[in-house]
């Protein structure tokens, strides 16, 4: 799924949860909503770097021998 369609999901449950709620209130939802989501991608993404800095340190260990 790329960005521009999680964006839009996170939009559409965002009308949908507070249908018929002011404009406000959809707005701070689909707001929590985009924070949770972009928490979840930085820890993905702080795990991943550490993988690699793992495997970068076995490569060099390896060329090392």
Same mark, same amino acid.
């Given at each position: 799924? &790329?960005? &521009?369609e999680?964006?839009?999901?996170? =939009?559409?449950?965002? &009308? =949908? !949860?507070?249908?018929?709620?002011?404009a406000?209130?959809? *707005?701070?939802? /689909?707001v929590? %909503? %985009?924070? $949770? /989501? *972009?928490?979840g991608?930085? @820890?993905t993404s #702080?795990?991943?770097? #550490?993988?690699? =800095? #793992? *495997? @970068?340190? !076995? *490569?060099?260990? =390896? #060329? $090392?021998e």
């Amino acid at each position: 799924m &790329d960005a &521009d369609e999680i964006i839009d999901n996170i =939009k559409f449950i965002a &009308d =949908k !949860q507070y249908a018929g709620e002011p404009a406000a209130n959809r *707005l701070a939802y /689909h707001v929590g %909503l %985009l924070e $949770s /989501h *972009l928490r979840g991608y930085i @820890q993905t993404s #702080e795990i991943a770097q #550490e993988y690699i =800095k #793992e *495997l @970068q340190t !076995q *490569l060099i260990a =390896k #060329e $090392s021998e």
